[in-house]
Each structure stands twice: as C-alpha cells, then as structure tokens.
C-alpha cells in the first residue's frame, strides 16, 4: 500500500514526491457536510490525492437530506475504470453509491483490482425509503462486503443491518457486528459511537476474534453532518499512504475529534466538521481591535459551534 514512485523523467520535471492516490466512490453532497466534498476535503488534509467518482447527487441542505439522484451505472462504470487506466489507486472508498445497480458496477471494478484494499462506509439511510433501503442493503450485503477489508460504521445502522434478529437485552458488541461482518468475508470493522459511561463514546476496530484497538472520546452535545465520511476517508487516505490498520486507525479518530472540535455551522441546520481546522489562522491574545494606524480591522464572526 505504499505510494507509487516518481520515475525519473518525471523527476527531471521538477515533480515532487507523489501523494498516495485514494479512489472514491460516493455522491455529490451541495451542502459540503459529507459525500465527494467532504473525502475529498479529509483525503487530502491527511496527504493523499482523491480521485472522485461521482455515484449521484444529493438534494439536501445542512439538516435533512430531501431526495437522491443516482447517477446510471454504466456512467459510474465509465469515471472509474477510464481514471483508473490512467492512475494507481492505492486504496478504494465506498461511500453512499445511490442504487443496487451502481453497487454492483463498483463491485465488478473492485474485483478487477483484487488486490487495492477497500474500506466502505455504511452511512445511516432512515431518509430514505424503506424499498429503497432494502435493496441497497441487501446489494451491498452480497456484493460489496465479500470485497471489503474494512467495514466501518455507526453502532447503531450496523447493528440494525447486520444483526437484525439480536434477541440479548444486553446490545451487540463491536465484536458482535465484527462477527457478522465476517460471515459475509470482512476481516475487519471499525465500529463507531458505542454509548459508554460518563458522556463518551467507544469507538472499536475488531476482528471476529479480538478487538484491534479502542478509543473513548467525550460525546460532543451536537449534531454533526458528515463525520462518518470523513473518518472513512481519512482512514482510506492513511492506509494508502503506507500506514499499518492500527495506527491508521488510531490517526483517523484523532483527526475526526479535531474536525468535530472544530465544527462550524454554515447553514441552520447541523454543524459541518472542519476538515482544515490546521489552517485556520489562530487567534493572537495580544491583538487589538484597531491596527497600528488606528484602522478597525473587519470584525468576523467566529465558527458558531454548539460543543
């Protein structure tokens, strides 16, 4: 998984060293919160180079998705396999793919390049409709997961759709879900935003037979639009820069809680994780309203976050 080198024409060019690529499949979002714009944003904060495959598009604001306008397989088919002619992609990103059709598109590509790692997203669908639902799941179920190296999603959406006739009073584990991720072929699932004591949440990356890795983060007292697409590109972009699953793992959350920290609400609806939090300009304690030739400065205002 480590990024291609630069031959030496090109280096005579004056290249320098080439951002490991990071192929995404996913749907335009015109709120920036999540889809292409928000992988695109994490992919390339963390040092990679996305190639964005557009699956469709979102109708939707910053609080609530209204509709969704799948792009034709043939067209996902068409973006992906003439990029990938051209460029090496490191690692593959399933985001929201819109139809069982383009599921299977993606899935064929992805067979073509058995040996390109896949991390796929599994974001919650309540907003759609239930038929709808259904088939997507039941498409990504048998022809996505058997592909998938990591699965990564929300507690509660992966327990519902893996886990369906659970009967304990007692909730599924992260092992639980990582369980029945592997019967369908996933080594490993990333588990997010499992409730713990003391206002936090666990998020777990395990294998049907251990737990990998855990952190605990404080539950923020805010809803936020997009978070699980960023920590899924930015765990893509990780691994396909040359880090081991652990470590990327580990990054990515720390990324995500930086993101979250740093959340801004653009619109009247949800906050938006800040992906270039890094290049916001800090604040200087010892600036003043008026500069050295008694000229206000321009008085903006901050990031309204509710954290």
């Known amino acids: 998984m480590s990024p291609r080198s630069i031959d030496d024409e090109s280096e005579s060019d004056g290249i320098g060293v080439q951002p490991a690529c990071v192929l995404v499949f996913n749907a335009n979002d015109p709120s920036g919160a999540g889809g292409l714009a928000g992988d695109v944003n994490a992919i390339a904060s963390v040092g990679a180079h996305a190639l964005p495959v557009v699956t469709g598009a979102y109708a939707r604001d910053t609080a609530e998705i209204v509709d969704h306008h799948a792009m034709d397989e043939d067209a996902v088919r068409e973006q992906a396999r003439t990029i990938l002619e051209d460029v090496t992609a490191q690692v593959f990103k399933i985001g929201f793919c819109g139809s069982a059709e383009n599921l299977s598109a993606i899935a064929e590509i992805t067979s073509d390049y058995s040996d390109v790692p896949v991390i796929a997203y ?66 490993y699932t990333l588990v997010t935003g499992i409730l713990a004591p003391e206002q936090q949440i666990e998020n777990v990356l395990a294998s049907p037979q251990s737990v990998l890795y855990s952190e605990r983060f404080e ?59 890094w290049a916001q300009p800090e604040s200087d304690p010892d600036e003043t309203e008026h500069d050295a030739d008694g000229g206000a400065f321009f008085d903006l205002p901050a990031h309204d976050t509710k954290h």
């Open 122 to 187: 599994m974001p919650d669908l309540s907003w759609w409709n239930e038929v709808q639902i259904d088939l997507y799941l039941d498409a990504f179920r048998e022809l996505v997961l058997p592909q998938t190296t990591v699965l990564v999603g929300n507690h509660s959406s992966l327990w519902r759709w893996l886990l369906p006739d659970w009967s304990s009073e007692k909730s599924p584990g992260a092992r639980d879900i990582a369980r029945a991720a592997n019967d369908k072929g996933v080594p």
């Open 219 to 277: 539950r923020f007292e805010a809803t936020f639009a997009g978070a699980g697409d960023t920590l899924s590109a930015a765990l893509a972009a990780l691994l396909a820069s040359g880090s081991d699953l652990v470590e990327s793992v580990k990054e990515a959350l720390g990324y995500l809680d930086r993101c979250l920290n740093a959340g801004f609400r653009p619109g009247m609806g949800h906050i938006v994780p800040d992906r270039l939090f």
